[in-house]
């Protein structure tokens, strides 16, 4: 114990052997008198104290004082009086007066007079009857007897201002009702600190201690002539608590999607992006989704109204393209048998996927093509843990002579790796891909296997009209949902709540090293 004391002592700040000294000097010394006593800064005072009570040393106790005052309202009331006594004053000589005479009778002003009703009430100085004031026994009996409240009011203006924890209970009714009435009374709160010896601060006193300056920063001079020798040093505490810093850092969201860039762009993809808004043919019509397809009704697409439509690309496309929805055209397909309309291309829609990126990249670039794209997206779904109406996706597309299934399958694989994820795959259904299939992964605390994103081969319906005669692979990826699993959230909403204390405590970098 001794031996603990003795580095604790060596390891205290002046100021706190300043302070303990005053404190031994007298318990009941206020931080205010050791400011002075000691020629110290009050907030160093405090400082010290501060560091003392972390120790255990002393214990900071803090006092809320209320002080209470008259306002000038309040003043007025404590020279007039207040209006129901002056009321009652000549109440009790008239016994009764009609209340639309109060105001003359009495010479309280009108608005003052209605209030001040409620007060003659609520005292019992008087009942109303049929409009006229009457005054009771009690009214009659008070007519020379101050009531609580009055007597606040005269204590006040004698004393100026008085602590409210010092009231007697009387004048504390007083106040309540003082304070019951608006702007009379003058709230003020002071905040006094008073500080106890704890045991290992009477240990300290015990074993006792010099004050004598420490140095903290050497000067040249000291070295050179060699007065640094005779100073004192304060060991450093290498234990101390030392106040948690929490870093700015990027949100995991941005951490994974840059991540997820730098995977791809790292595996010779190039980066391509698309628009919010989009025609319904670019988003629907050139993946070969036919127009009365589920995924277009208003239950799923957000159909815009400004701008109601979107222009169309050439009109070869357009044609080419409506002739495959309708009869297949020359893709080996029969189509989907049905009058294709123009004006439902056309109408605008926030996109739903990033898939129409990759339609309109091919249409606009040549083959070998390596693209990927990652956006926001948008849908009319209800949240629960695992969807939101607005979500990012990576899309993916590679075409060349030769791409197949196996390629697809193999760079989903190697992109789920990078990122730290195992992945299964099952068979899946796009009206756009043949072959296709999904991506999931097991959610332990669910119990169930989750979608992470949707992927195939282009069908030649969508690659024929686009004037692309190599095969295809394209994938959508959900972001949100590998943040979930990430950042081990259980739920997706967690991702936007921007909740601070979840945001500080994530660890700086959980990325992948690639
Ligand atoms: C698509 O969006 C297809 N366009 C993917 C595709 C691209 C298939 C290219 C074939 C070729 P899907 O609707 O399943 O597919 O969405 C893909 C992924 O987005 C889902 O697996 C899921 O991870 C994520 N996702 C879908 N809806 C939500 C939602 N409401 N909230 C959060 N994530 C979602």
Same mark, same amino acid.
């Given at each position: 114990?001794?031996e ?5 002592i060596n390891e205290?700040?002046?100021y706190e ?10 318990p009941?010394v ?5 400011a002075e006593n000691q020629?110290?800064?009050i907030?160093?005072?405090?400082s ?9 040393i002393?214990?900071v106790? +803090?006092?809320v ?5 008259l306002?000038d309202?309040?003043?007025?009331f404590?020279?007039?009086?207040l209006p129901e006594r ?6 009790v000589? +008239?016994?009764e ?8 009778e009495?010479?309280v002003d ?6 001040a ?5 609520r005292?019992n100085?008087a009942?109303?009857d ?16 101050l ?15 008085? *602590?409210?924890?010092?009231l ?5 009714d ?7 009435? +608006? ?6 709160k002071?905040?006094?600190h ?12 015990k074993?006792?201690?010099t004050?004598?300056?420490q140095?903290?920063?050497l000067?040249?001079? #000291?070295?050179k002539d060699g007065?640094?020798k ?6 450093y505490?290498?234990?101390a608590e030392?106040?948690v810093i ?8 941005r951490v ?6 730098? *995977? ?5 993809f190039?980066e391509d ?8 043919f670019?988003n629907?019509d050139?993946?070969? #989704?036919p127009?009365d ?6 239950q ?6 400004n701008?109601?439509?979107c222009d ?7 044609k080419?393209t409506?002739?495959?929805?309708e009869?297949?055209a020359?893709t080996?397909?029969?189509g989907?048998?049905?009058d ?6 056309r109408q ?7 898939t ?9 670039h040549?083959?070998p093509?390596?693209?990927?794209s990652?956006g926001r997206v ?7 843990? +695992?969807?939101?109406p607005?979500f990012?996706?990576?899309e993916?597309?590679?075409c ?6 196996q ?9 789920y790796k990078k990122?730290g994820?195992e992945?299964r795959?099952r ?10 299939t999904?991506t999931?992964?097991?959610?332990e605390?669910k119990?169930?296997w ?9 069908r ?7 004037g692309?005669? #190599?095969p295809?692979l394209?994938f ?15 739920d997706?909403?967690?991702?936007y ?9 994530l660890?700086i970098d ?5």
């Open positions: 114990m001794s603990d004391i003795k580095k604790t205290l700040h002046i052997k300043k302070v303990l000294k005053e404190l031994e000097a007298n009941d206020t931080p205010e008198e050791i020629n110290m800064d907030k160093a005072v405090m010290a104290a501060g560091s003392l009570a972390s120790k255990d002393i214990e106790e +803090k006092d004082e209320e002080e209470i005052s306002s309202a309040g003043l007025k404590a020279q007039e009086k002056r009321i009652l004053d000549v109440l000589d +008239k016994k007066i009609h209340m639309k005479d109060l105001s003359d009495t010479g009108k608005k003052e007079a209605n209030i009703i409620g007060w003659l009430r005292k100085w009942q109303i049929k409009g006229v004031v009457k005054v009771t026994d009690v009214g009659a009996d008070s007519k020379d007897k009531g609580e409240d009055e007597e606040l009011l005269n204590h006040l203006t004698e004393a100026g201002k008085i *602590i409210k924890d010092r007697s209970d009387e004048l504390l007083g106040f309540k009702k003082l304070n019951d009435r +608006k702007n009379i009374i003058n709230i003020k002071n905040t006094s008073s500080f106890k010896l704890l045991d290992k601060g009477e240990a300290i006193l074993e006792g201690f004050i004598k300056e140095a903290t920063q000067t040249h001079q #000291q070295l007065e640094w005779d100073l004192q040093y304060r060991p505490d290498i234990n030392a106040p929490f870093a700015g850092k990027k949100h995991p969201l994974i999607i840059d991540e997820i860039r730098e *995977i791809f762009l790292n595996m010779g190039s992006n698309g628009e919010f808004v989009e025609s319904a670019w629907f050139s993946l070969f #989704q127009q397809h589920a995924a277009r009704e208003m799923d697409t957000f159909y815009l109204k701008p109601l439509t169309l690309p050439d009109m070869d496309l357009v080419l409506a002739e495959t929805h009869t297949g020359d080996g397909s029969i989907w048998q049905y294709w309309s123009e004006d439902i291309a605008s829609v926030l996109r739903t996927h990033t129409g990126i990759s339609t309109k990249h091919l249409y606009n040549e083959p093509i390596k693209m990927f990652v948008f849908r009319r779904e209800t949240f629960d843990y +695992k969807h939101l607005e990012h996706q990576v993916g597309l590679v060349d002579e030769g791409i197949s299934y390629n697809l399958l193999g760079t989903l694989k190697e992109f990122l994820f992945v795959f068979p899946a259904y796009f009206p756009y891909t043949y072959l296709s999904e999931e992964i097991y959610l605390e119990e169930s989750i979608e992470l994103g949707g992927a195939g081969m282009f030649p319906e969508v690659l024929k009209p686009l692309i005669n #190599q295809a394209a959508g990826l959900g972001i949100e949902r590998l943040a979930m699993i990430r950042y081990d959230v259980e997706i909403r967690m991702l709540k921007s909740d601070i204390k979840w945001l500080r405590e660890p959980r990325g992948v090293r690639l």
